[in-house]
């Protein structure tokens, strides 16, 4: 990886729309060529979906059936697909619960989850494609945390259209970009992002492609998701159109807050000078080294609830992750996830490290 993932450093650009108001990044070849060594190398690790049998495994699936019950109640799909499913952890939840066929798409390294039976999934190893899938009777499509890294979201969502029968549905869930941009999320650019999300955008990209949402769930605390039906061949979605200023206006006083927040950082590092500046999450640190030139010069430290981030370097990230368990070596700490802000706080304060000063920052 050290490598094949050259630049170690991009630009943070975003191109708006001015007629249909998406909001993406642009890809170059460069890019393009790193995130097919990325998405197919071991480094590319389970995010929404689970990888392995662990306490946080089955969190994470009860959180995903619970979210997909609240959406679609008593409904028990017999044909299952997932793109981006890492060994098939949810697919094999499913099966569990009654689901007659299950089948798995997934780019990464990984082997096939193995069920009660000793059989193992059927785990396709690609991005996802007309070669790779053929089949056309799918109940459900699901794809969590995908289709903000799709380089063609209407290829994608056109696939998926045809792999499900007339009746089938398909369940999304993406970041939430609408309170990342009302507020200034300082790590809401990743590399691996190549789309960006809103209720209305994500509602206007999938009438284009002939789903009509049945039900959304949107909150600043939790991912996007969608539970959309196959509509039939000529159906055309809601004549209300996108709010093209309203989005633009989001995105400007997004750069407004970012700015904001770095200056806020960066006049905190010059304050505690000598002393060394921790952040709690390894997710938006990245970003924060890369905006805030003066922290290159100070004495930092990295803090994440993760244990499978401990001791372990990450890009853009000058220093090794630690343990809560050493946050008494600093005194200044700030909070960088967006979503987890606040429970992060009450985590941090509740632990009683004596002289700590948390300094929130949203």
């Given at each position: ?355 700590l000063r948390v300094y929130p920052l949203y």
């Amino acid at each position: 990886m050290e490598k094949n993932i050259f630049p170690k450093y991009s630009d943070a650009i975003l191109l708006f729309c001015n007629s249909c108001g998406f909001i993406g990044a642009p890809v170059s070849q460069s890019l393009r060529n790193q995130l097919n060594t990325y998405y197919q190398s071991p480094f590319s690790v389970p995010g929404a979906t689970p990888g392995q049998d662990s306490k946080y495994s089955n969190s994470l699936a009860e959180s995903f059936f619970s979210s997909f019950s609240e959406l679609e109640p008593d409904w028990l799909p017999q044909n299952v697909l997932e793109v981006g499913c890492q060994r098939g952890f949810l697919l094999n939840e499913f099966q569990k619960r009654g689901a007659k066929r299950v089948v798995g798409i997934e780019p990464g390294e990984v082997e096939p989850w193995v069920d009660d039976s000793g059989a193992a999934l059927d785990i396709r190893r690609g991005l996802l494609s007309r070669d790779i899938l053929k089949e056309k009777d799918f109940d459900l499509v699901y794809s969590l945390q995908v289709l903000e890294h799709v380089e063609d979201p209407n290829e994608f969502l056109q696939i998926i259209f045809d792999s499900l029968n007339m009746d089938g549905r398909l369940f999304l869930a993406v970041p939430n970009e609408f309170f990342s941009l009302k507020e200034g999320n300082v790590g809401m650019f990743l590399f691996q992002h190549l789309n960006y999300f809103t209720p209305d955008i994500l509602k206007s990209l999938l009438n284009k492609n002939g789903f009509n949402i049945t039900g959304l769930i949107s909150s600043r605390h939790r991912e996007l998701m969608v539970m959309a039906q196959k509509m039939p061949a000529g159906w055309k979605g809601g004549k209300e159109g996108q709010d093209i200023n309203g989005l633009r206006n989001l995105l400007k006083g997004y750069q407004r807050k970012v700015t904001e927040k770095l200056n806020y950082i960066g006049t905190l590092s010059k304050k505690t000078k000598e002393k060394n500046l921790g952040f709690y999450g390894v997710a938006g640190t990245s970003n924060i080294f890369s905006w805030v030139p003066s922290l290159k010069d100070s004495p930092v430290a990295v803090f994440d609830s993760d244990s499978n981030t401990w001791g372990k370097p990450f890009g853009g990230v000058p220093c090794l992750v630690q343990s809560p368990k050493s946050l008494d070596s600093v005194e200044n700490i700030i909070p960088a996830p967006f979503r987890l802000h606040d429970e992060i706080v009450k985590y941090i304060e509740g632990r009683k490290v004596k002289n700590l000063r948390v300094y929130p920052l949203y």
